[in-house]
């Protein structure tokens, strides 16, 4: 009797513990994991985004938020195949979001962002198919919401990395799917201008669209926008990746 107490007592608070995280509402959930979201600390708030899908499994804002987090951990893994299926598994995410709610920009959106972060990891054909695809739902996110910043820059990079698609991988698209669209980096300059009026704070836009200029040989602007967005504080998760590029597009300037 005398250890028999005190372990009933550790094992009913242990349990009572429990019984309170799990009977927490999912608005409690998101609010807690929003917190964690915001440090980009991706692995606690799946947690807590994770408990919420339990209780919510159909709320479309829930799959968002726990695609993105996927999507964080994934710029963190060390190896492709891990990229890879932590990709996938924001991809899923976002499909059942967009799938549940097809009027949602955001879940839309979350498609076309998934599959932009696994492209570079893919083959040839699945790139052309993932191209596909971007501009697909990017474009409906911007049919249901045009003031969608974010949109715009994924619009945006869409063009750019097309106008600069080479000869061989636009030939292998013409015999796997007829063809590639095509497009020209005046449209990628338009779409990171209209991102950045809809949302000045984002220092993805500036850079994006300075290594847009330098890829039309416009060295002027392309290094006032990229070093715009080098002087501003990183913010989000992709921030310092996306600095990196920056000023990997500076040092090749002439």
Request: hydrophobic share 45%; proline share 4%; charged share 30%.
């Given at each position: 009797m005398?250890?028999?107490?005190?372990?009933?007592?550790?094992?009913?608070?242990?349990?009572?513990?429990?019984?309170?995280?799990?009977?927490?509402?999912?608005?409690?959930?998101?609010?807690?994991?929003?917190?964690?979201?915001?440090?980009?600390?991706?692995?606690?708030?799946?947690?807590?985004?994770?408990?919420?899908?339990?209780?919510?499994?159909?709320?479309?804002?829930?799959?968002?938020?726990?695609?993105?987090?996927?999507?964080?951990?994934?710029?963190?893994?060390?190896?492709?195949?891990?990229?890879?299926?932590?990709?996938?598994?924001?991809?899923?995410?976002?499909?059942?979001?967009?799938?549940?709610?097809?009027?949602?920009?955001?879940?839309?959106?979350?498609?076309?962002?998934?599959?932009?972060?696994?492209?570079?990891?893919?083959?040839?054909?699945?790139?052309?198919?993932?191209?596909?695809?971007?501009?697909?739902?990017?474009?409906?996110?911007?049919?249901?919401?045009?003031?969608?910043?974010?949109?715009?820059?994924?619009?945006?990079?869409?063009?750019?990395?097309?106008?600069?698609?080479?000869?061989?991988?636009?030939?292998?698209?013409?015999?796997?799917?007829?063809?590639?669209?095509?497009?020209?980096?005046?449209?990628?300059?338009?779409?990171?201008?209209?991102?950045?009026?809809?949302n000045?704070?984002?220092?993805?836009?500036?850079?994006?669209?300075?290594?847009?200029?330098?890829?039309?040989?416009?060295?002027?602007?392309?290094?006032?926008?990229i070093?715009?967005?080098?002087?501003?504080?990183?913010?989000?998760?992709?921030?310092?990746?996306?600095?990196?590029?920056?000023?990997?597009?500076?040092?090749?300037?002439?």
């Amino acid at each position: 009797m005398k250890f028999w107490l005190p372990r009933t007592l550790v094992t009913a608070a242990f349990l009572g513990i429990c019984v309170c995280v799990h009977a927490q509402s999912p608005e409690v959930l998101l609010a807690k994991g929003y917190v964690f979201d915001l440090r980009l600390d991706a692995s606690e708030a799946l947690q807590y985004y994770l408990e919420a899908e339990k209780l919510q499994p159909d709320n479309p804002e829930v799959l968002v938020r726990i695609a993105r987090q996927y999507r964080h951990l994934m710029a963190d893994a060390a190896t492709r195949e891990e990229k890879l299926r932590l990709g996938n598994m924001a991809l899923d995410y976002a499909k059942r979001a967009a799938a549940l709610a097809p009027n949602n920009a955001d879940a839309q959106l979350s498609i076309a962002i998934s599959y932009g972060k696994m492209l570079p990891l893919m083959g040839v054909r699945d790139q052309m198919e993932a191209s596909r695809l971007i501009k697909a739902t990017v474009d409906k996110a911007l049919r249901l919401n045009p003031n969608n910043d974010l949109a715009w820059h994924v619009l945006g990079r869409w063009h750019r990395v097309l106008s600069d698609t080479s000869m061989l991988k636009r030939s292998l698209a013409a015999l796997a799917f007829g063809g590639l669209p095509q497009t020209t980096r005046e449209e990628a300059v338009k779409c990171f201008q209209k991102a950045i009026e809809i949302n000045p704070k984002r220092l993805i836009h500036y850079v994006e669209l300075g290594r847009a200029y330098a890829q039309m040989n416009r060295p002027v602007e392309a290094r006032r926008s990229i070093e715009k967005g080098l002087a501003m504080p990183d913010v989000e998760k992709d921030d310092a990746d996306t600095k990196r590029r920056g000023r990997e597009t500076l040092a090749k300037l002439r």
